[in-house]
């Protein structure tokens, strides 16, 4: 059930304001009275509640007299005060993030194998984000199905705005497809994964024929390779996130060879 306490203010704040609706205007000690707050604390109380402006007090009555805001007003203003509470909150976890992005620095890369793997469609879109979002030198995706790392469902966006970020953040990106696959995207994906982004320096898309299967190299020492499903292979059901030099050197050799005989695509 919800109480005035959910917007900020204390339990004697919340029942001398309700007090305060209930009886009109008050003296303190009538209010406390109606209350339940104690005389030694209605004061500090009926303090607060005018700087939450949420009472105002006759000053020339004697004794002093107080009166509630109107409830609509007085919510409003609860609201505004918790926004920037919550707005504050944010910058300052912001701050932080900020001054540890800087403090923790990831090593090198392996030298030897490692590799990890999620399930899943949405364990499958955050390991790729995240992979994304750790990129220093360059992207290479290739995608030979729409079910591919260039999801073009409800993450769609999503990665759209972490390759976004990469090419900020001075990331080559380069996409590889399949010829068949712009035919078979949705009306307005061009708009989304390509068209933001076609005039950065540093993102280039080509086509080519008879790719097959569907991965992202990074920064090319690791490649998350996409596993369709068994039981419907438009759909992705896992992704294997490994980081081998080796490995990736190879799939870099590879995709250069295909890269050189692709052509541009135009949308």
């Avoid at 007085?74 to 540890?100: F, I, N, P, S």
């Amino acid at each position: 059930m919800a109480d005035l306490r959910d917007l900020g203010l204390s339990e004697y704040e919340s029942r001398a304001y309700r007090a305060l609706l209930d009886v009109g205007p008050a003296t303190a000690k009538e209010l406390s009275e109606a209350s339940g707050v104690p005389m030694g604390r209605v004061y500090d109380v009926l303090n607060s509640l005018e700087r939450h402006r949420l009472a105002r007090s006759q000053a020339a009555s004697r004794p002093k007299k107080y009166l509630a805001v109107e409830p609509d007003a007085a919510l409003d203003r609860l609201l505004e005060e918790k926004q920037r509470e919550l707005d504050e909150q944010a910058e300052q976890y912001e701050a932080v993030v900020d001054e540890l992005s800087l403090e923790l620095e990831a090593g090198d890369p392996p030298d030897e194998q490692f590799w990890t793997a999620a399930l899943g469609p949405e364990e499958t879109a955050d390991l790729l984000l995240e992979r994304l979002s750790a990129a220093d030198d360059r992207v290479v995706m290739i995608a030979a199905a729409p079910a591919s790392g260039l999801d073009i469902g409800a993450v769609g966006e999503r990665i759209t705005e972490e390759l976004e970020a990469a090419l900020e953040r001075g990331v080559e990106v380069s996409l590889l497809l399949s010829e068949e696959l712009p035919a078979q995207l949705p009306e307005g994906v061009g708009e989304r994964y390509f068209d933001r982004m076609a005039d950065h320096p540093n993102f280039t898309v080509r086509t080519a024929p008879g790719l097959r299967g569907t991965f992202t190299l990074v920064d090319d020492a690791e490649v998350c390779m996409e596993v369709p499903s068994p039981v419907d292979p438009d759909e992705s059901f896992a992704m294997i996130d490994l980081k081998d030099p080796e490995f990736a050197g190879d799939v870099r050799r590879t995709f250069r060879e295909r890269w050189e005989d692709a052509s541009p695509l135009g949308l």
